[in-house]
């Protein structure tokens, strides 16, 4: 977003709260400028409901499909059906989102780390919530084309779309910028043949809606203990058990946990709708495994741009950013059909060309 852009948006919470000194931000985040502020008449109180007024940032590059037209008309849709999610109110002609007052899961309890039973209960419930919303009851504008919305319970097309968005709009997308280094770290367009024979033969499950994005970061406790459910930017409708999938990668559960999860979802939504948890314990490996491979795109492009060409920082960026991209490299190596993973060296090799390419295509001052 530019400058001027993001002056607006300060402007409008601004206008709104009519009080400049009671604005927060721009808060950090990738979708949106974001500033939080209380409504007239509340900033003197004790603890006054604060309000996010946003607006989406341009030229971002989108690594997942979008479903919905608004994350705010969704989240009004969903009030009374799914628990612990952010009020939507209009203020002004404006659909403003509830700022929820709390920590992050990730800041009480960092990745990898067991997350207490309390919290694991109540994400249960939102999955079971989740198996509750079809389609057919949730009346909400879509931005997707019909084409991409696989009929119920057509889980291989569902994942197929998925894979088809990974390809023709991460990988071929940015081949103009990235083509080089994708190839020098192994990436080929053959690797999409291969990933689809991993995911093909999926069961059968009836769809649902699902968050599409659920870590750490994603769920809000409250002082009172209460979970909260963040950033429904990337919610569609699709197989339940991708949700779980992309919820185990993305939270980084210690084993034990992650498997005494899966065995809580499956109970839950199979109470739900019967059905919702056909053939789990086969498939999930193969949903996580698409999510392993999809990042290795996005990570490559979100490292690459990460880097700083300039002589002081580049070298120790490139320490870290050789071991990420290795580490994240040979956990996708089999759902892509990898023969070989590049070593620390070749990895650094590559990046340190890529900066440099785009250091030299930089215009004179």
């Not at 750490?216 to 429904?232: A, M, Q, S, Y």
């Not at 979802?265 to 053939?279: F, M, N, T, Y």
Request: proline fraction near 6%; charge should be neutral; include cysteine.
């Amino acid at each position: 977003m530019s400058p001027e852009a993001a002056s607006l948006t300060r402007q409008r919470a601004v206008e709104m709260s009519g009080d400049e000194s009671v604005v927060v931000g721009p808060l950090l985040g990738y979708h949106h400028e974001t500033y939080v502020f209380p409504l007239p008449g509340t900033a003197g109180d004790a603890q006054p409901v604060r309000w996010k007024c946003r607006e989406p940032r341009g030229g971002l590059l989108w690594f997942d499909r979008r479903c919905f037209v608004s994350e705010e008309q969704l989240l009004a849709s969903l009030g009374g059906r799914i628990s612990g999610i952010p009020e939507i109110i209009e203020a002004g002609g404006v659909r403003l989102q509830r700022f929820v007052e709390g920590r992050t899961l990730g800041a009480l309890c960092a990745s990898g780390m067991p997350v207490p039973d309390a919290v694991c209960r109540q994400i249960v419930r939102l999955f079971s919530e989740l198996a509750e919303v079809t389609p057919e009851t949730l009346p909400v504008e879509r931005r997707c084309r019909a084409a991409d919305r696989p009929e119920n319970g057509d889980t291989d097309g569902f994942l197929e779309r998925l894979v088809a968005f990974t390809e023709e709009r991460v990988y071929w997308g940015n081949q103009q910028r990235f083509g080089t280094l994708f190839a020098e770290l192994g990436l080929s367009g053959d690797c999409f043949k291969q990933l689809r024979k991993h995911v093909a033969g999926l069961s059968q499950r009836p769809f649902c809606l699902l968050h599409a994005d659920l870590h750490r970061e994603n769920f809000i406790v409250d002082p009172d203990g209460r979970l909260w459910t963040i950033d429904w930017e990337l919610a569609l409708f699709g197989d339940p058990l991708y949700d779980l999938a992309t919820h185990l990668y993305l939270m980084r559960y210690p084993a034990r946990q992650a498997q005494d999860m899966a065995r809580r979802w499956a109970a839950a939504v199979e109470g739900v709708r019967a059905g919702s948890a056909q053939g789990w314990q086969r498939d999930l490996h193969r949903l996580i495994g698409y999510k392993r491979a999809q990042s290795v795109f996005t990570d490559v492009i979100r490292v690459a741009l990460s880097l700083d060409p300039g002589p002081d920082t580049l070298e120790r960026q490139l320490a870290e950013a050789r071991r990420k991209l290795h580490r994240i490299l040979a956990a996708a190596a089999g759902p892509l059909g990898l023969d070989s993973v590049p070593g620390h060296r070749q990895i650094e090799a590559a990046l340190r060309g890529w900066a440099g390419d785009q250091d030299r295509s930089r215009p004179v001052a």
